[in-house]
């Protein structure tokens, strides 16, 4: 099974407005975390935001917040009043098993963004 | 403060050449990743360096590819001989903090892109 799940290939919104980008997430751990990552056409990951398995408020970042829904397993990053230079790939990730040695960032497959004026 | 750097950019080679990848990592930062990124997917880790020691490198397929990070700094990446499947983007990362700790930012470099013909 996808560790991972970015059901959206791509996603149109126009500026300032508000877009929400899906991620679910498959594990058995109780302590785990998720990353969002942010990928512009110049090629490098740029972290957005993190949200511990354990944080029991959701995450925010300036614009950037992470509907995060335990129980139902998913982690939705949330851009608000978005902006022409948000077109990019958003890629969802997540480590298991923190504070239990090293455990990898498995990502998503990604969904492309692109904002319109 | 500069970030990862990669080199080259861009890579184009016939198959059966071999083909070498440079990063120098953030300052400091004593852990270092190797990742593939194949067309329309999220980043995999290849191998990954505490210092000058590959922890994890059991992903990395040995027949044609090899690491090192001499000195504990800048690492090397290279592929002996290229396959027409090698053809992706080269990401390498590195982060300050122990790699299993919680949080564990990685920062990210703007990658290598090869293209095997």
């Known amino acids: 099974a996808q560790k991972i799940t970015q059901t959206q290939p791509g996603m149109f919104v126009q500026e300032k407005e508000a877009v929400t980008l899906d991620c679910t997430y498959d594990?058995?751990?109780?302590?785990?975390?998720l990353f969002w990552y942010k990928q512009p056409s110049s090629g490098e990951m740029i972290f957005l935001i993190y949200q511990g398995s354990y944080d029991e408020q959701n995450a925010t970042e300036g614009r950037y917040s992470l509907n995060f829904q335990k129980a139902r397993k998913s982690a939705n990053l949330v851009i608000s009043a978005s902006q022409l230079g948000d077109s990019a790939m958003y890629f969802c990730a997540m480590r298991e098993g923190l504070n239990t040695g090293f455990q990898k960032l498995v990502f998503g497959t990604g969904t492309r963004l692109l904002v319109s004026p | 403060e500069a970030g990862v750097v990669q080199s080259p950019r861009y890579k184009i080679i016939e198959k059966k050449q071999p083909v070498a990848f440079w990063c120098n990592p953030i300052s400091g930062h004593n852990t270092l990743y190797w990742y593939l990124q194949n067309l329309g997917q999220g980043p995999e880790l290849l191998i990954r360096?505490?210092?000058?020691?590959?922890?994890?490198d059991s992903q990395l397929p040995k027949d044609r590819f090899s690491a090192e990070r001499l000195k504990g700094v800048d690492s090397t990446l290279k592929i002996q001989p290229a396959e027409l499947g090698d053809s992706a983007v080269y990401l390498c990362a590195s982060s300050l903090d122990p790699a299993g700790s919680s949080y564990n930012e990685q920062f990210f470099g703007p990658g290598t892109r090869l293209t095997v013909l």
């Open positions: 594990t058995s751990d109780q302590s785990y975390g």
């Open positions: 360096y505490e210092n000058e020691e590959a922890v994890d």
